[in-house]
């Protein structure tokens, strides 16, 4: 700890600090979070995979890492098993930290993850670069030991995050499968809390051969383009009348399966105050969100409408099938970290599945 350390962006800006957790350079895409509070599950969300993670709130680590109980078979405060990160970029790590329920340090968890941070730079300044540029890619260097930059939306980011094999949770009434794209534990634990059993399948399963009420696409990093065997997938399921409902990159695999498109934000949504208005109505939600990438609203086709739009920049945030039970969202419901307010979705979703099994 404490070694010097720079983040070089892609454009040459650098940034001086010094160094925390894993003492190793790394390169990745540079994007930042807005968010006050959540940093354990922040790190641990599978959509951050590949990127640089530059945290706005100015004292990060004050809480500790909490302790590693499990239910369920997932650990009970993150989003999964790992840190998914690539780096942490942060403005003053607190290397003090006092919680009930903390075990041990960011810095510890980092290290033990081999994951590197840098603090002591104004990553206000740095928010505001990347918010004039864009998200761009970027490298922490520490003690001058350089490494390449690299692009990581140039992979197949959910191949990575996805599991290699169908579990099985819970022993609920509906059936849920849920297409695994990088899955945040609160979702499975939402559900759980249904009345649900939840059939968890890799991103590129054969899902014709599973029997469902209701089928669930994730969350997950990088471009949903790289995710074709999904979005055939998805194709087929639209097909039949089984409620339907994606969160984050299933809100963008949903949209390419209907065939509309999608592009690349200019540096994305990372925060958990981000609000968003529910079309029709006059009702705005605060929303928890993670995501580089957005629906084409105009590409949207004939059977489908928006269904939330954001109010900061107007982009796709939902939309549903006119007639259909199908629905998604680009923000996430099951916030972990962040606000709460659109948990109801989840119980819609439900209701769906209800009333198609009484029809």
């Excluded at 109010?311 to 099951?334: A, C, R, V």
Aim: glycine share 8%; charged share 25%; hydrophobic share 30%.
């Amino acid at each position: 700890m404490n070694k010097k350390a720079v983040l070089i962006l892609e454009d040459g800006t650098e940034y001086q600090g010094k160094s925390f957790g894993y003492e190793a350079s790394i390169a990745g895409e540079v994007v930042f979070n807005t968010a006050m509070t959540g940093y354990p599950e922040s790190l641990t969300d599978p959509s951050y995979r590949g990127q640089i993670l530059v945290a706005t709130y100015p004292i990060i680590g004050n809480y500790g890492v909490p302790q590693k109980g499990e239910e369920n078979n997932m650990l009970q405060h993150y989003e999964s098993d790992r840190i998914q990160i690539s780096g942490f970029v942060v403005s003053y790590y607190s290397a003090e930290y006092s919680h009930w329920n903390a075990e041990k340090s960011l810095d510890e968890w980092m290290i033990e993850n081999e994951i590197p941070g840098i603090y002591g730079i104004d990553t206000r300044a740095l928010t505001k670069h990347l918010r004039d540029k864009g998200a761009m890619l970027g490298k922490i260097i520490i003690e001058d030991k350089d490494v390449d930059l690299y692009d990581p939306n140039q992979l197949n980011l959910v191949d990575e995050v996805s599991l290699k094999q169908k579990q099985i949770y819970g022993n609920g009434k509906y059936r849920i499968l849920l297409i695994d794209c990088g899955v945040k534990n609160n979702i499975i634990r939402h559900f759980l809390k249904r009345d649900t059993t939840i059939i968890r399948v890799p991103w590129d399963y054969d899902i014709s051969q599973e029997d469902y009420d209701g089928l669930f696409i994730s969350n997950g990093p990088g471009d949903p383009k790289k995710c074709q065997i999904t979005i055939d997938n998805l194709e087929m399921a639209f097909n039949n009348d089984e409620p339907i409902f994606g969160i984050c990159l299933g809100n963008q695999l949903m949209s390419l399966a209907s065939g509309a498109d999608t592009y690349k934000l200019k540096y994305g949504h990372r925060s958990h105050n981000q609000p968003v208005l529910h079309v029709g109505t006059n009702r705005a939600y605060i929303t928890s969100q993670n995501h580089g990438f957005a629906v084409d609203n105009t590409s949207l086709g004939k059977d489908w409408e928006p269904m939330f739009i954001n109010l900061n920049d107007d982009t796709n945030e939902g939309f549903k099938h006119k007639t259909k039970p199908f629905f998604s969202t680009q923000f996430h419901p099951e916030a972990s970290s962040g606000p709460t307010d659109t948990e109801y979705l989840f119980d819609e979703f439900l209701d769906l599945i209800k009333k198609q099994k009484e029809n």
